[in-house]
């Protein structure tokens, strides 16, 4: 392989870990309100309502959104 051809896969190699990071990033953004605040609150008080955090579901799902959008990009733009 040519040096080229070298740089050209870590480029690669890079932008997929980017990609993979950036998208579990993305998935605990977006599981935070549903999963992880419920639990931490049942952990503390035993009447859980899963409405509660309904709330705060819209923020963190942009967030997810914008980091998984931004993952794609730079995977994209890196290849």
């Known amino acids: 392989m040519s ?3 070298i740089r050209i896969w870590g480029r690669t190699q890079t932008a997929l870990a980017a990609l993979i990071v950036l998208l579990v990033v ?3 953004l ?3 309100p549903r999963v992880i605040l419920p639990w931490a609150q049942s952990a503390f008080e035993q009447r859980l309502d899963p409405a509660v955090w309904a709330d705060y579901t819209g923020p963190y ?3 997810a959104a914008v980091v998984a959008v931004s993952a794609i990009v730079i995977y994209l733009t890196r290849r």
């Open 3 to 5: 040096y080229s051809s």
């Open 26 to 28: 993305a998935g605990v």
């Open 30 to 32: 977006f599981a935070i």
């Open 61 to 63: 799902d942009m967030a």
